[in-house]
């Protein structure tokens, strides 16, 4: 064999340790950090479950304990009235106001209709539905429901009476009773119906009364 043959091999043999070498010190490093990863990973578990059981420990204690526990306080936020929430084209959507008359919470929708809840002029609860143009249509309060026509004039009526019985009223756009539902007392019950038949001195009423 050649002088220059075996000058090569013993080059490409040298190259070969040498990347044996580095070949072995990357796979040293290799497992080093894997055996660190291994441990870090067990540290990490074993964290969590120490966690855990302290979770677990104050769920568990008494609640004599936990009273001693110093508490947050709560966050509250304050709003004054007048509040106006509305969309992006300006419009009111809800309004919280209190003045005299709209002591309360109104809901507008995009067609102009209404819905309130709060306090009449006599600071008593109630509920009012209002139509397009702002017109009063229904309302219920803690004496019953009224119904209300095109004029503003009320056209039924379901509640109580003075004496706290049932009652249902019929009236006609002026205001007038047409139609008179009751009770007269726990036992007796009658229907009425207006205008009554006939003349004067002798009108003949329009009247259905029953009882038990």
């Known amino acids: 064999m050649k002088a220059e043959t075996m000058t090569e091999l013993a080059q490409q043999l040298s190259t070969l340790s040498l990347e044996l070498g580095r070949t072995r010190s990357e796979l040293r490093a290799l497992q080093q950090r894997q055996r660190q990863t291994t441990r870090s990973t067990t540290l990490i578990y074993l964290g969590g479950l120490v966690v855990l059981v302290l ?3 104050v769920v568990l204690s008494p609640k004599g304990a936990a009273q001693n526990v110093a508490q947050p306080s709560a966050t509250v936020t304050r709003l004054q009235a007048p509040v106006l929430i509305q969309d992006k084209a300006g419009r009111t959507i809800v309004e919280i106001a209190d ?5 309360g919470i109104s809901i507008n929708s995009a ?6 809840l709060g306090f009449d ?5 109630v509920m009012q539905l209002f139509g397009s143009g702002h017109k009063l249509t229904s309302e219920a309060s803690s004496t ?15 509640g109580a009476d003075s ?4 009652s249902l009223q019929l009236k006609n756009s002026a205001g007038d009773v ?11 019950g009658f229907a009425q119906v207006y205008p009554r038949s006939g003349k004067a001195p002798f009108p003949i009423p329009n009247y259905i009364k029953g009882s038990k």
Request: hydrophobic share 35%.
């Open 121 to 125: 002029n006599e600071k008593t609860g």
């Open 99 to 103: 003045r005299t008359g709209l002591h």
């Open 55 to 57: 979770l677990v420990g």
């Open 144 to 158: 019953g429901f009224k119904f209300f026509g095109s004029s503003g004039q009320s056209v039924g009526f379901l």
């Open 163 to 166: 004496n706290g019985q049932g």
């Open 178 to 188: 047409l139609v008179d539902i009751g009770a007269i007392d726990a036992n007796t």
């Open 111 to 116: 067609n102009g209709e209404t819905a309130f």
